[in-house]
Protein backbone atom coordinates (compact mmCIF):
# COMPACT_ATOMS: atom_id res chain seq x y z
CA UNK A 1 0.00 0.00 0.00
CA UNK A 2 1.48 3.41 -0.98
CA UNK A 3 1.50 6.23 1.58
CA UNK A 4 -1.27 8.74 1.95
CA UNK A 5 -1.57 12.08 3.36
CA UNK A 6 -3.38 10.41 6.22
CA UNK A 7 -0.71 7.80 6.84
CA UNK A 8 2.19 10.58 6.95
CA UNK A 9 0.12 13.21 9.46
CA UNK A 10 -0.30 9.70 11.98
CA UNK A 11 3.39 9.27 11.34
CA UNK A 12 4.75 12.78 12.24
CA UNK A 13 2.47 13.72 15.32
CA UNK A 14 4.46 11.58 17.36
CA UNK A 15 7.26 13.72 16.19
CA UNK A 16 5.59 16.63 18.32
CA UNK A 17 5.13 14.84 21.77
CA UNK A 18 8.30 17.29 22.80
CA UNK A 19 7.12 20.13 20.94
CA UNK A 20 5.53 23.33 22.76
CA UNK A 21 1.97 23.26 22.95
CA UNK A 22 2.15 25.66 20.28
CA UNK A 23 4.17 24.17 17.78
CA UNK A 24 1.35 21.20 18.35
CA UNK A 25 -1.54 23.73 18.07
CA UNK A 26 0.01 25.01 14.80
CA UNK A 27 0.84 21.47 13.33
CA UNK A 28 -2.88 20.62 14.53
CA UNK A 29 -4.37 23.75 12.63
CA UNK A 30 -2.12 22.99 9.47
CA UNK A 31 -3.55 19.47 9.09
CA UNK A 32 -7.31 20.99 9.87
CA UNK A 33 -7.15 23.22 6.78
CA UNK A 34 -5.42 20.66 4.57
CA UNK A 35 -8.18 17.90 4.91
CA UNK A 36 -10.46 20.64 3.94
CA UNK A 37 -9.30 20.49 0.31
CA UNK A 38 -7.56 16.71 0.23
CA UNK A 39 -9.20 13.92 2.08
CA UNK A 40 -6.69 11.61 4.50
CA UNK A 41 -6.80 8.93 1.51
CA UNK A 42 -4.71 11.36 -0.87
CA UNK A 43 -2.18 9.20 -2.45
CA UNK A 44 1.28 11.51 -0.92
CA UNK A 45 1.93 11.09 -5.01
CA UNK A 46 -1.02 13.05 -5.43
CA UNK A 47 -0.65 15.81 -2.59
CA UNK A 48 -0.76 18.71 -4.97
CA UNK A 49 1.00 21.49 -3.12
CA UNK A 50 0.64 23.68 -6.05
CA UNK A 51 -3.44 23.28 -5.80
CA UNK A 52 -3.35 23.75 -1.70
CA UNK A 53 -1.48 27.27 -2.51
CA UNK A 54 -4.13 28.49 -4.99
CA UNK A 55 -6.99 27.07 -2.86
CA UNK A 56 -6.05 29.23 0.33
CA UNK A 57 -4.89 32.37 -1.68
CA UNK A 58 -8.48 32.24 -3.06
CA UNK A 59 -9.69 32.27 0.01
CA UNK A 60 -7.88 35.62 0.63
CA UNK A 61 -5.40 34.51 2.86
CA UNK A 62 -2.33 36.30 2.77
CA UNK A 63 1.08 35.37 0.74
CA UNK A 64 3.52 34.73 2.72
CA UNK A 65 1.09 32.91 5.11
CA UNK A 66 0.24 30.54 2.03
CA UNK A 67 4.28 30.24 1.34
CA UNK A 68 4.91 29.02 4.79
CA UNK A 69 2.04 26.80 5.04
CA UNK A 70 3.24 25.31 1.69
CA UNK A 71 6.93 25.25 2.91
CA UNK A 72 6.01 23.27 5.98
CA UNK A 73 4.23 20.58 4.05
CA UNK A 74 7.36 20.47 1.16
CA UNK A 75 9.25 19.92 4.39
CA UNK A 76 7.36 16.79 5.90
CA UNK A 77 6.67 15.36 2.70
CA UNK A 78 10.94 15.51 2.33
CA UNK A 79 11.04 13.74 5.55
CA UNK A 80 8.33 10.88 4.23
CA UNK A 81 10.83 8.24 3.14
CA UNK A 82 12.46 8.49 6.33
CA UNK A 83 8.92 8.52 8.28
CA UNK A 84 8.62 5.34 5.85
CA UNK A 85 11.92 3.39 5.97
CA UNK A 86 10.65 3.05 9.89
CA UNK A 87 7.24 1.43 8.96
CA UNK A 88 8.49 -0.48 5.72
CA UNK A 89 6.10 -3.72 6.66
CA UNK A 90 3.24 -1.42 6.22
CA UNK A 91 4.21 0.15 3.19
CA UNK A 92 4.89 -1.36 -0.44
CA UNK A 93 4.24 0.21 -3.56
Not at 64 to 69: D, E, I, K, P, S
Request: charged share 30%.
Amino acid sequence: MAMTLGDLIDLYRPCLLDGTVGVQRSWEDTVKYTLKIFPRDTPLRAFDLDRLAAEMGASGMNPAFVNGYVDRWRRLIDQADELMASHKADFKD
